[in-house]
């Protein structure tokens, strides 16, 4: 796009999302991705037969993932001083060029040490690739670029964690290494076409983000420059807090409920996890001062929380064990703890969703990689019917889910978003009578209304329907005075010389 382009584009407000670099800049992501997903689970396996054991295998993850955290901070210096195109070019070699060492020497320090290189490369990607989205995005669409580079970053996670696995079991790991150190100097080429350098606000605008068009600092002035440094930085700063911060929240009350759910029944379950809406509304009254708990709210919550009992029916359940009941009672409130976080930390920083969507299942990928060696699994078998179900869950179930979760929380608040929780049951119930042909007992029927109703009244909907003004009747003529009638007197307020209401 040249210098006149872009100068129109700027003036016109719109401009074209994938551009030349923007477009090298996925192809690259893609290829450094996918060469980090393919190992992810793959390498854990190789620590324990290299010598490592069951703590070997956590400790290749654990490494990674403290690498990746360290390395995050550095890479705004690191993009100042050497540009986009020497640090992303330098991610994806540390990305995939040390697992083809793997080929020649087996140990398990040396399996380490890949990975703590690997670790660095999926921080400076990661970190380094966001700022350059940030940057490349046109005026006005920078959301729908950060979006678009939290695509880039999830997609090979559905392809590249079944298919190590499944290669690794079929061919050995040594094919899997080359094909990783393959897949990510595949991608290296796109690297060329990306910017040197970083570009000032005055070239984003005038079309010229290569920085090729003449001289910047002494054109547009030092003051414009520190304001361009200073975005810059924030730019990867904002993508490292939602990567270390929505992780935790992320996994944990799904490796609560798993633990929970084998000591206790389903309906007690369900009811426990029901309450989230409830804790989210405590702590968000505690810790958001824009989130008041008011009587509406809280009698509307426990309404619905009364629904979802009636509707779960956990009178048929055994109770079960006490720890069973505290784990899914904690996963409510690591729920709720998500939602009030997200509202008070991420939302604040201006993500896009579908970019704190994709960064909080990377961090979750990660941190849940760290513990499954230590877990009891076999490898599973990827038929047809199973890796059609892991990708539909993977793009609906969960990354729809979560693009959904941050754009909630983000415009309605974190107690309005989290009572998505009570209508999920009604939702479970009726795909479960129209899907499997379950019987419709008195339970269902009237916990669903309750629950809709309870909703419903929290939010003040119901008064809204009431307050509804009916159509306004269609304005007929006013007929004309009579010959020495007086007129009549214009309302208060109309404007003079204009359209005048009467009484």
């Known amino acids: 796009m040249n210098a006149r382009v872009g100068r129109t584009a700027a003036a016109t407000g719109t401009s074209r999302l994938l551009i030349r670099p923007m477009i090298l800049l996925l192809v690259a992501s893609v290829g450094g991705m996918g060469g980090f997903y393919l190992l992810l689970s793959v390498l854990p396996l190789y620590a324990a037969t290299a010598g490592g054991g069951g703590v070997g295998a956590g400790l290749t993850t654990g490494a990674m993932m403290l690498a990746t955290v360290l390395a995050e901070p550095a890479v705004p210096w690191f993009l100042a001083r050497f540009g986009h195109r020497a640090v992303v070019g330098a991610g994806l070699l540390l990305l995939g060029l040390p697992s083809a060492v793997l080929c020649l020497w087996s140990s398990f320090p040396l399996t380490l040490g890949v990975c703590l290189a690997r670790g660095v490369g999926l921080g400076i990607v990661v970190v380094a690739g966001t700022a350059l989205a940030a940057e490349l995005a046109p005026p006005g669409r920078r959301s729908e670029s950060l979006g678009l580079y939290g695509v880039s970053l999830g997609v090979p996670s559905v392809l590249g964690l079944p298919a190590g696995v499944w290669l690794s079991d079929r061919l050995g790991f040594e094919p899997v290494f080359l094909m990783t150190a393959a897949l990510t100097l595949l991608a290296l080429p796109a690297v060329a076409g990306l910017p040197a350098r970083q570009a000032t606000r005055a070239e984003r605008l005038s079309g010229d983000l290569d920085g090729r068009n003449g001289d910047l600092d002494g054109q547009h002035g030092k003051a414009e420059g520190r304001d361009d440094r200073a975005a810059r930085h924030r730019q990867p700063d904002a993508l490292a807090g939602g990567v270390r911060g929505a992780g935790p929240v992320d996994h944990r009350p799904f490796l609560l409920l798993s633990y929970g759910e084998q000591t206790t029944g389903a309906g007690i379950a369900g009811v426990l996890i029901g309450a989230t809406p409830l804790l989210t509304l405590t702590i968000a009254a505690a810790a958001l001062p824009t989130e008041r708990a008011t009587r509406r709210k809280v009698l509307g919550l426990l309404i619905g929380f009364a629904g979802v009992v009636v509707l779960i029916g956990p009178w048929t359940d055994a109770l079960g064990s006490f720890g069973g ?140 329907l009431r307050a509804k003004d009916p159509a306004p009747a269609t304005p007929t003529a006013a007929p004309e005075p009579e010959a020495g009638a007086a007129a009549a007197e214009p309302v208060a307020g109309s404007r003079p010389g204009g359209a005048e209401e009467f009484r």
């Open 325 to 464: 009941q505290l784990a899914c009672l904690g996963a409510a409130l690591s729920y709720a703890c998500g939602f009030v976080y997200v509202r008070k930390y991420l939302s604040p920083l201006g993500l896009a969703p579908m970019a704190a969507a994709a960064s909080q299942l990377l961090a979750a990928t990660v941190l849940q990689a760290v513990v499954t060696p230590f877990l009891t699994w076999h490898t599973p078998e990827f038929t047809l019917k199973v890796t059609l179900s892991i990708v539909a869950l993977g793009l609906f179930s969960t990354g729809l889910a979560y693009v959904l979760y941050f754009r909630l929380i983000g415009d309605v608040g974190a107690t309005t978003a989290s009572a998505v929780n009570y209508v999920v049951p009604v939702a479970s119930v009726l795909i479960g009578v129209v899907a499997f042909g379950e019987s419709v007992t008195w339970n269902l029927l009237v916990g669903g209304l309750v629950v809709l109703a309870g909703v419903a009244y929290a939010e003040n909907r119901l008064r809204q």
